[in-house]
């Protein structure tokens, strides 16, 4: 099966690319790097033709309200039109939990343009809400830190580990599509404070987090439940403790 990747050289894309490869599928890892732009359409129609299935990973360079909204809606559009003409026949687009009770941020109105692009371009179609990546707390912690002190939201917080991520978004390019949403998330929940404490601690770092009810997230307020699954999620099977080990033999 041929199966092209948008975002194939980013952190999920690497090991989505990696696992189909390992099965034996003709996989495009397609980014501007490798001559794959979604935005200007340079070589995207002969990226796309003869593929079954398309992956779409890509991810806005900036996330300014008006910078991402264009991307997403250029970059959309682009895919699905060379999609259509190309016959392609699953598209699977990884999105966010969440997204649809966070509409006053920016970012997640992008991407629920971005959804509803998919949902009406006629192409058959999964589309994956996850929860955010354990990958994502150092940067979390940073941009929350205060001299010494990292002031973090109480939020409910459920991360998934990227491996996890990956490995769902490679099973829903097998199968059929759903023409619907399906929610992923970590098998544990946390706090956010509480969970960036538990990360802060385990790398010896002394900075002290100071927990809040401000739920800010990406510049706006959300409700306490926002960033967790509001149903019946597909959980992955490494937890933080199991995540946190791998990263230390990683180092």
Same mark, same amino acid.
Do not use: C
């Given at each position: 099966? =041929?199966?092209?990747?948008?975002?194939?050289?980013?952190?999920?894309?690497?090991?989505?690319?990696?696992?189909?490869? =390992?099965?034996?599928?003709?996989?495009?890892?397609?980014?501007?790097?490798?001559?794959?732009?979604?935005?200007?359409?340079?070589?995207?129609?002969?990226?796309?033709?003869?593929?079954?299935?398309?992956?779409?990973?890509?991810?806005?360079?900036?996330?300014?309200? =008006?910078?991402?909204?264009?991307?997403?809606?250029?970059?959309?559009?682009?895919?699905?039109?060379?999609?259509?003409?190309?016959?392609?026949?699953?598209?699977?687009?990884?999105?966010?939990?969440?997204?649809?009770?966070?509409?006053?941020?920016?970012?997640?109105?992008? =991407?629920?343009?971005?959804?509803?692009?998919?949902?009406?371009?006629?192409?058959?179609?999964?589309?994956?809400?996850?929860?955010?990546? $354990?990958?994502?707390?150092?940067?979390?912690?940073?941009?929350?830190?205060?001299?010494?002190?990292?002031?973090?939201?109480?939020?409910?917080?459920?991360?998934?580990?990227?491996?996890?991520?990956?490995?769902?978004?490679?099973?829903?390019?097998?199968?059929?599509?759903?023409?619907?949403?399906?929610?992923?998330?970590?098998?544990?929940? $946390?706090?956010?404070?509480?969970?960036?404490?538990?990360?802060?601690?385990?790398?010896?770092?002394?900075?002290?987090?100071?927990?809040?009810?401000?739920?800010?997230?990406?510049?706006?307020?959300?409700?306490?439940?926002?960033?967790?699954?509001?149903?019946?999620?597909?959980?992955?099977?490494?937890?933080?403790?199991?995540?946190?080990?791998?990263?230390?033999?990683?180092?």
């Amino acid at each position: 099966m =041929k199966i092209v990747v948008i975002g194939g050289t980013g952190l999920i894309g690497t090991k989505v690319v990696s696992q189909l490869r =390992k099965q034996g599928h003709q996989v495009i890892a397609a980014s501007p790097a490798t001559g794959i732009n979604t935005i200007t359409g340079e070589g995207l129609a002969e990226a796309i033709s003869n593929t079954d299935v398309v992956i779409d990973l890509a991810n806005s360079p900036s996330f300014e309200d =008006k910078a991402v909204l264009e991307f997403f809606q250029t970059a959309g559009g682009n895919l699905l039109a060379a999609e259509i003409n190309a016959g392609v026949k699953l598209h699977v687009a990884l999105s966010i939990v969440g997204v649809d009770r966070m509409q006053n941020i920016g970012y997640m109105r992008a =991407k629920k343009v971005q959804e509803d692009l998919i949902k009406n371009s006629g192409v058959p179609y999964t589309i994956i809400r996850s929860t955010q990546f $354990f990958e994502f707390l150092p940067g979390i912690a940073s941009q929350a830190a205060q001299g010494n002190e990292v002031h973090i939201s109480d939020v409910q917080f459920q991360p998934i580990a990227s491996d996890d991520v990956a490995s769902f978004v490679a099973q829903a390019a097998l199968v059929a599509p759903v023409n619907g949403t399906i929610e992923i998330s970590g098998p544990e929940r $946390f706090t956010m404070s509480g969970l960036v404490a538990r990360y802060l601690q385990s790398t010896d770092d002394s900075l002290k987090v100071v927990s809040n009810n401000n739920s800010q997230y990406y510049g706006g307020r959300i409700d306490n439940d926002a960033l967790v699954p509001a149903g019946q999620a597909q959980l992955g099977g490494i937890n933080f403790e199991n995540w946190l080990s791998n990263q230390s033999k990683k180092a």
